[in-house]
């Protein structure tokens, strides 16, 4: 691999509450998962982020979630579809107008939290989803998590998809991300992410919670903005991938 996409979760203050380093991580990452307001954001923050993604050339992804602020987006709903895919609608619009503000376009969708993890393997959820990316814009990509079901479904309802993986979480040997419930979920050792994202990137494969070896093919990689040390994190990602000859950019500009 000689160009691969790295993205993180950006634009998830909300009021006198801060969240991340937005400004931090907009100088190393190449796309932006951008708060829609139902997990986090207000709408000064998402139009700031947005502002300054768009200065630094970073491509802009509307980051849709249940309407869950409290949760942070990470409890799981049983919504209907109808509401799913208005929800869906409504996120994608709300960035896409400041977007337009900005000077700037949206370019995919990636879901939040645990609406990201229940559409991975619920298809009803999940064409809910895709049913209102579709009824918005058709061309707009939509990032899921590499090697699950959500991805064939899309393509088949007619979308573009990118395949993710994330720099710091562990999986299972399945191929499943670790509850974020369970002890070492979350990964920190800065050098050890991005040894095991410089083996992605060549191999095509990662380290599994229980030792074993999986595969993975994945064109982004996502470091999570709200993680303890993510711009420490980012930037040594990067580091390790500039000096390995691999390239940082996005997807949308390949």
């Not at 109808?82 to 995919?108: F, N």
């Not at 959820?125 to 998590?145: F, H, N, R, T």
């Not at 599994?208 to 990602?237: L, Q």
Request: proline share 3%.
């Amino acid at each position: 691999m000689t160009a691969i996409d790295l993205n993180s979760d950006l634009g998830e203050s909300y009021g006198a509450w801060a969240m991340g380093d937005d400004e931090a991580m907009l100088s190393i990452v190449s796309s932006a998962n951008v708060a829609c307001g139902f997990h986090a954001g207000d709408p000064v923050g998402i139009l700031k982020t947005v502002k300054a993604a768009a200065e630094r050339g970073v491509s802009i992804g509307a980051h849709v979630s249940y309407p869950d602020r409290v949760g942070f987006g990470r409890r799981d709903m049983d919504v209907t579809s109808a509401e799913l895919t208005a929800d869906v609608i409504y996120q994608i619009g709300a960035l896409k107008g400041v977007a337009t503000a900005a000077g700037v376009t949206v370019g995919y969708v990636k879901p939040h939290g645990a609406l990201y993890n229940r559409i991975a393997h619920d298809p009803k959820q999940g064409q809910a989803v895709i049913d209102g990316i579709k009824a918005i814009d058709p061309d707009l990509v939509m990032m899921g998590l590499a090697g699950s079901p959500i991805l064939d479904l899309a393509r088949a309802s007619g979308l573009k998809v990118v395949a993710e993986a994330f720099a710091d979480r562990a999986y299972t040997p399945s191929g499943a991300l670790v509850s974020r419930r369970e002890a070492g979920a979350v990964l920190h050792d800065t050098a050890l992410i991005a040894r095991r994202m410089l083996q992605l990137a060549h191999e095509g494969t990662i380290e599994a919670i229980d030792g074993s070896t999986i595969k993975i093919e994945a064109h982004s990689i996502c470091v999570h903005g709200d993680s303890p040390g993510a711009v420490a994190i980012a930037r040594e990602i990067r580091q390790a991938f500039e000096k390995d000859g691999i390239t940082v950019q996005s997807f949308l500009n390949r």
